[in-house]
């Protein structure tokens, strides 16, 4: 298994290849989800991929579906991202990359803006067609509502949002708004046994395949 440590060294030439192709996987897929370029983020992932995120639970070809559905209705968002850091072992990845999911709504007629932090956490195996991600979760950390022009603010009485996490609070209010409640046992920085665990799990499959 090799890490950023490992850099630099004649025999590592293929494994650091591997992982800048991992990278660019990952900005690769959120970017043809941003701008609807269904069939490239289709491509993106493995026949037998799984997704687990604030809103969707399912297949790679469905969370595509449902992705493209969302679009459809109006309800857009874009993502930010940074650098990944990517581990590899083979044929089998995982690259960590730090993201800002940026959403704009109306709330009781005042537009604004939800900026969502979390860290994604990609899983991807190499195929005879090239890297494919086949695992897609996130850690979520905090998130922020603020108003699109100042002076304006939306009525939110605090106990509309006592019952959701701090890591992902006013995501899961904007999204009950819609009709879709998020599950709120989600791995985030403020359970971080939650947080660890789903980590674990994924160097364990870089590390055995299980």
Known sequence: ?????????????????????????????????????????????????????????????????????????????RHRLWPSLVRSNGDRAIAETDIAVELRRRVAGVEVDNTAYARLLTRARRTPDGWRIVRFESIYQRDALVPVIPGTAPEIRPEDLEKYRPSYRFLSYLLALDGHELAQDLPGDDRPELAAAVRGEALKWLETGL
Request: proline share 4%.
């Open 1 to 77: 298994m090799t890490g950023p440590l490992e850099v630099g060294r004649q025999d590592t030439a293929a494994p650091l290849l591997d992982r800048l192709a991992v990278a660019e996987l990952v900005r690769f897929e959120r970017d043809a989800r941003d701008h609807e370029r269904w069939e490239e983020m289709a491509a993106s992932y493995a026949p037998d991929s799984v997704v687990h995120i604030s809103w969707f639970h399912g297949s790679g070809a469905e969370f595509v579906e449902r992705s493209r559905g969302i679009a459809r209705s109006g309800l857009t968002g």
